[in-house]
């Protein structure tokens, strides 16, 4: 039981496919029966499109006799040859009969009185001729017989000299005194008769078997007594030309006067299951049981692959744990860290500011003041970080507008009105090391501009700008409503400790300082 559990799956599998199996050997085994079922179908079709051609002939050949016979009857005088070779031509092209076919007088002495065709008059030389030297005696004997019987007769097909089969029809002919003149025997070409069997374009997978009574074979061109080799013109379509020993013929008789032709037909190729079907099944099917088994194996694979990675996942989920308190941990210390650097710079900044207050000389105090200012600039900084969630990123615009008020309280008096405008937008988000170097050089900027630049009774003015240009590329942009920088000081060589400092802080963000004289604006284009 243990064995099936562990393997219940792959069994399951494997009675699937027995199963599949067994179902495409019984549709394989339909489809021949089917197969061999429609072949005998139309065997049986042909038999029958056979015997209705061949009883639509004999109606003709009927229809041709009855009217020679109904024509000698009914003559007001017994016919000549000329006048029965005209009725004859005339009948052919009324019936569009168009092969051979003779008609002959022979009297009560079994002599040929005369013979014609639709086209001749005694085109074989007949006239005069007995006919005992061209028919076997028990055949004589029965034409005599024929000479006192009322009824058309019709004798076993025979060959003829002049080179092809006939069906030999007699009957007999009396003078107006009822005494025997003789008989008629028009004799029609098999051919006729075969012809619309072949025809038929359904005829030609078939091969055909035509004898009377059992005994006497023929074809379109000749009568056959023996299965054996004859000379002269051959049927292409005669069935000793196939292994007609092996077909399997199926036949019907038919009666035709007072002779019965039976018509067999076989198919000319015997019965052969279409392997091809067989084979691309049993191929498909091959091919579906290899898919089958890599879809099982890639199934067991990804299994054990799922369970690895449930197994690797619950470990990384451990580990994300373990690593997530290490971070919380870590961004304390850091917190920690700017929270002390801004209270050291805080006691700076007192210290400087301590000091600049016991001083009396006023260059000190203006660079106490200075260096206050941007240790300020740099304490905000950390304070900002220390207070931001990611510990990363500060927001410019808020802090741009805390350091412009800590500045604004250190250098304006209520005398000065600045309007403040920060185009900066809110989400702008830098780094700790971008922020710094920017905020000292706003600084430097503000103070020269709270110094030197505003007026009383003035409306005075800071522009503050910081727009992005492409990917990582930034441009600062600030002017006041300030005179500007004098003519002759050179920004990039003043000697000034503000502008110097602007200078080295600028190139620290990897930036291009500009000075534009005419709008008294600098520009600082910096990459993050």
């Given at each position: 039981m243990a064995l099936f559990a562990r393997f219940k799956y792959q069994f399951i599998l494997f009675l699937v496919l027995l199963s599949g199996l067994a179902l495409v050997y019984q549709l394989l085994q339909s489809n021949a029966e089917a197969a061999r079922k429609e072949y005998d179908t139309r065997l049986l079709e042909a038999r029958e499109e056979a015997e209705l051609h061949i009883r639509t002939a004999i109606d003709v050949y009927s229809t041709l006799v009855s009217s020679?016979?109904?024509?000698?009857?009914?003559?007001?005088?017994?016919?000549?040859?000329?006048?029965?070779?005209?009725f004859l031509k005339d009948l052919i092209r009324d019936t569009r009969f168009q092969d051979s076919i003779v008609v002959s007088w022979v009297d009560t002495n079994q002599v040929f009185r005369y013979s014609v065709t639709?086209?001749?008059?005694?085109?074989?030389?007949?006239?005069?001729?007995?006919?005992?030297n061209l028919r076997p005696p028990h055949e004589v004997a029965a034409l005599n017989r024929l000479m006192f019987e009322?009824?058309?007769?019709?004798?076993?097909?025979?060959?003829?000299?002049?080179?092809?089969?006939?069906f030999p029809f007699n009957f007999s002919v009396f003078d107006e005194e009822e005494r025997s003149r003789g008989y008629f025997a028009p004799i029609v070409n098999v051919k006729y008769l075969l012809n619309r069997i072949y025809a038929n374009p359904k005829s030609q997978g078939y091969v055909y078997r035509f004898s009377v009574n059992d005994s006497i074979y023929f074809n379109r061109e000749k009568v056959l007594n023996r299965f054996h080799e004859e000379q002269g013109k051959k049927d292409p379509e005669d069935f000793r030309n196939y292994p007609y020993k092996e077909l399997d013929f199926i036949g019907s008789e038919i009666d035709f006067y007072n002779l019965k032709i039976k018509v067999e037909?076989?198919?000319?190729?015997?019965?052969?299951?279409?392997?091809?079907?067989?084979?691309?099944?049993?191929?498909?099917?091959v091919l579906l049981i290899i898919i089958s088994?890599?879809?099982?194996?890639?199934?067991?694979?990804?299994?054990?692959?799922?369970?690895?990675?449930?197994?690797?996942?619950?470990?990384l989920n451990e580990k994300n744990q373990e690593l997530e308190s290490q971070v919380n941990q870590i961004q304390t210390l850091i917190k920690e860290v700017h929270h002390r650097v801004k209270n050291n710079l805080q006691i700076i900044a007192s210290l400087l500011n301590l000091q600049r207050m016991n001083e009396s000389n006023e260059e000190v105090i203006r660079a106490l003041l200075k260096s206050k200012n941007r240790i300020q600039s740099m304490a905000l900084v950390h304070q900002k970080l220390y207070g931001n969630e990611h510990l990363t990123n500060i927001y410019v615009r808020e802090y741009l507008e805390q350091l412009m008020g800590?500045?604004?309280?250190?250098?304006?008096?209520?005398?000065?009105?600045?309007?403040?405008?920060?185009?900066?937008?809110?989400?702008?988000?830098?780094?700790?090391?971008?922020?710094?170097?920017?905020g000292l050089i706003l600084n430097e900027l503000l103070t020269n501009s709270y110094k030197y630049a505003f007026e009383e009774g003035k409306v005075n003015s800071i522009r503050l700008k910081i727009q992005k240009t492409e990917e990582h590329q930034f441009v600062l942009i600030y002017a006041d409503s300030g005179p500007g920088i004098s003519e002759d000081i050179d920004v990039f060589n003043s000697g000034t400790l503000g502008l110097e400092l602007i200078t080295i802080l600028s190139e620290q963000i990897g930036g291009e300082l500009q000075y534009l004289r005419e709008s008294s604006e600098f520009r600082i284009l910096f990459r993050v």
């Amino acid at each position: 039981m243990a064995l099936f559990a562990r393997f219940k799956y792959q069994f399951i599998l494997f009675l699937v496919l027995l199963s599949g199996l067994a179902l495409v050997y019984q549709l394989l085994q339909s489809n021949a029966e089917a197969a061999r079922k429609e072949y005998d179908t139309r065997l049986l079709e042909a038999r029958e499109e056979a015997e209705l051609h061949i009883r639509t002939a004999i109606d003709v050949y009927s229809t041709l006799v009855s009217s020679i016979r109904s024509y000698v009857n009914h003559a007001n005088k017994y016919p000549t040859e000329d006048e029965l070779f005209h009725f004859l031509k005339d009948l052919i092209r009324d019936t569009r009969f168009q092969d051979s076919i003779v008609v002959s007088w022979v009297d009560t002495n079994q002599v040929f009185r005369y013979s014609v065709t639709p086209f001749h008059i005694d085109p074989y030389h007949l006239k005069g001729v007995s006919v005992v030297n061209l028919r076997p005696p028990h055949e004589v004997a029965a034409l005599n017989r024929l000479m006192f019987e009322p009824d058309i007769q019709l004798f076993p097909p025979i060959n003829l000299v002049e080179g092809w089969a006939g069906f030999p029809f007699n009957f007999s002919v009396f003078d107006e005194e009822e005494r025997s003149r003789g008989y008629f025997a028009p004799i029609v070409n098999v051919k006729y008769l075969l012809n619309r069997i072949y025809a038929n374009p359904k005829s030609q997978g078939y091969v055909y078997r035509f004898s009377v009574n059992d005994s006497i074979y023929f074809n379109r061109e000749k009568v056959l007594n023996r299965f054996h080799e004859e000379q002269g013109k051959k049927d292409p379509e005669d069935f000793r030309n196939y292994p007609y020993k092996e077909l399997d013929f199926i036949g019907s008789e038919i009666d035709f006067y007072n002779l019965k032709i039976k018509v067999e037909v076989a198919h000319k190729e015997a019965f052969r299951e279409d392997v091809r079907i067989s084979g691309m099944t049993y191929a498909w099917y091959v091919l579906l049981i290899i898919i089958s088994v890599i879809v099982w194996l890639q199934y067991v694979r990804h299994s054990r692959l799922n369970a690895q990675l449930v197994g690797t996942q619950k470990n990384l989920n451990e580990k994300n744990q373990e690593l997530e308190s290490q971070v919380n941990q870590i961004q304390t210390l850091i917190k920690e860290v700017h929270h002390r650097v801004k209270n050291n710079l805080q006691i700076i900044a007192s210290l400087l500011n301590l000091q600049r207050m016991n001083e009396s000389n006023e260059e000190v105090i203006r660079a106490l003041l200075k260096s206050k200012n941007r240790i300020q600039s740099m304490a905000l900084v950390h304070q900002k970080l220390y207070g931001n969630e990611h510990l990363t990123n500060i927001y410019v615009r808020e802090y741009l507008e805390q350091l412009m008020g800590h500045l604004e309280g250190s250098f304006l008096d209520d005398q000065y009105a600045v309007e403040n405008s920060i185009e900066v937008p809110n989400d702008m988000q830098f780094g700790m090391d971008t922020m710094i170097p920017l905020g000292l050089i706003l600084n430097e900027l503000l103070t020269n501009s709270y110094k030197y630049a505003f007026e009383e009774g003035k409306v005075n003015s800071i522009r503050l700008k910081i727009q992005k240009t492409e990917e990582h590329q930034f441009v600062l942009i600030y002017a006041d409503s300030g005179p500007g920088i004098s003519e002759d000081i050179d920004v990039f060589n003043s000697g000034t400790l503000g502008l110097e400092l602007i200078t080295i802080l600028s190139e620290q963000i990897g930036g291009e300082l500009q000075y534009l004289r005419e709008s008294s604006e600098f520009r600082i284009l910096f990459r993050v």
